[in-house]
């Protein structure tokens, strides 16, 4: 990619690491992205902001993801 470029989309899969109850329910950065990119030869991070709704749908795709809720109930009030 250079400058100039149209801008482009990338789809991403993701998984879910861990399926315990409390590694779910005590998230903190499970849900960051850092996007890596190499410019002019040197490594750079940009940390992604995303909103809380797009966290919460993360965590509630882990939970089912992982068999720990169902009818799209939140990770913190799943059983297991």
């Given amino acids: 990619m250079t400058a100039g470029e149209a801008p482009s989309t990338l789809t991403v899969a993701v998984a879910s690491r861990r399926c315990d109850p409390h590694a ?3 998230d903190k950065v499970g849900t ?3 996007l ?3 410019v002019d030869g040197r ?3 940009v940390s992604l902001e995303r909103p809380q709704k797009v966290a919460d749908a993360l965590l509630t795709f882990a939970a089912e993801a992982c068999g ?4 799209g109930s939140h ?5 297991g």
């Fill in 43 to 45: 490594e750079v991070v």
């Fill in 75 to 79: 990770p913190e009030t799943a059983s």
């Fill in 24 to 26: 779910i329910a005590e």
């Fill in 32 to 34: 960051l992205f850092d």
């Fill in 36 to 38: 890596v990119a190499r």
């Fill in 68 to 71: 720990l809720s169902s009818g």
